[in-house]
């Protein structure tokens, strides 16, 4: 859990469609959940990660259980523009906020998501052995981890001109996954019946999610159509 009284960083890594629904429903699940959007960023527009401050991990942790534009979200330990930036920021990290997931009792794995890039093995393997400077004193677990670290960089948003190093590095601790299997769970594909006007499943949870809906709320909808959803 984040340190009581801090404003933690966090990275969100979102999801690539629906680009201009994404920010209004990260502001809406906020509100919803007692948090504040803050943006640490400037301006998101179509970058799939976004650094924001939430109050708590509690919070974080709510967030993730509605959202289906986030991936996962992770509490931010470092950032730069290249491998020497991100050492640099790692090492300026209070070591107290690192002491209680890095302990000689706990296990963890360390994982490497690129965007827009796919590296070797061996390229992988380098960048984890690069860390060996943070304070890990437990066991490695690939399988069944308590704490999940990963490095995410970004190598822009052209598949035609992929640069040969990172726009962006970040490093974080794992936080929670996001509901978008829910989209294929509930996928129109799968439904015994479909009427011409039956909702694409992704855009009903935005939707419920940008009007704030609560457990046991009542929500008129003058536009049901087929009632699929009902």
Same mark, same amino acid.
């Given at each position: 859990m984040a340190l009581p009284?801090?404003?933690?960083?966090?990275?969100?890594?979102?999801?690539?469609?629906?680009?201009?629904?994404?920010?209004?429903?990260?502001?809406?699940?906020?509100?919803?959940?007692?948090?504040?959007?803050?943006?640490?960023?400037?301006?998101? @527009? *179509? %970058? !799939?990660?976004?650094?924001?401050?939430?109050?708590?991990?509690?919070i974080a942790r709510n967030l993730m259980k509605r959202t289906v534009c986030a991936k996962s979200i992770?509490?931010?330990?470092?950032? @730069? *523009? %290249? !491998?020497?930036?991100?050492?640099?920021?790692?090492?300026?990290?209070?070591?107290?906020?690192?002491?209680p997931f890095l302990h000689s009792d706990s296990t963890y794995k360390i994982q490497i998501h690129t965007f827009n890039k796919t590296l070797t093995q061996e390229e992988k393997v380098k960048r984890i052995d690069a860390l060996e400077f943070l304070p890990f004193e437990g066991k490695v677990n690939l399988k069944k981890p308590q704490h999940i670290f990963s490095v995410l960089e970004d190598y822009g948003l052209d598949p035609n001109c992929i640069p040969e190093n990172p726009h962006n590095i970040y490093f974080g601790r794992w936080?929670?996954?996001?509901?978008?299997?829910?989209?294929?769970?509930?996928?129109?594909?799968k439904r015994h019946y479909i009427g011409n006007t039956s909702m694409d499943a992704g855009l009903s949870f935005i939707m419920a999610n940008h009007g704030k809906v609560k457990k046991n709320d009542i929500v008129f909808d003058p536009f049901v159509g087929t009632a699929v959803y009902i």
């Amino acid at each position: 859990m984040a340190l009581p009284g801090s404003l933690n960083r966090y990275l969100l890594l979102m999801a690539q469609e629906h680009l201009e629904f994404r920010l209004p429903e990260i502001q809406s699940l906020l509100s919803l959940f007692g948090g504040q959007f803050t943006n640490n960023q400037g301006t998101y @527009g *179509k %970058s !799939p990660f976004w650094i924001l401050t939430i109050p708590s991990e509690d919070i974080a942790r709510n967030l993730m259980k509605r959202t289906v534009c986030a991936k996962s979200i992770f509490e931010l330990w470092g950032h @730069g *523009k %290249s !491998p020497e930036e991100l050492y640099s920021s790692l090492r300026n990290y209070p070591v107290e906020k690192m002491v209680p997931f890095l302990h000689s009792d706990s296990t963890y794995k360390i994982q490497i998501h690129t965007f827009n890039k796919t590296l070797t093995q061996e390229e992988k393997v380098k960048r984890i052995d690069a860390l060996e400077f943070l304070p890990f004193e437990g066991k490695v677990n690939l399988k069944k981890p308590q704490h999940i670290f990963s490095v995410l960089e970004d190598y822009g948003l052209d598949p035609n001109c992929i640069p040969e190093n990172p726009h962006n590095i970040y490093f974080g601790r794992w936080i929670a996954d996001g509901q978008r299997e829910l989209i294929e769970s509930y996928s129109v594909k799968k439904r015994h019946y479909i009427g011409n006007t039956s909702m694409d499943a992704g855009l009903s949870f935005i939707m419920a999610n940008h009007g704030k809906v609560k457990k046991n709320d009542i929500v008129f909808d003058p536009f049901v159509g087929t009632a699929v959803y009902i």
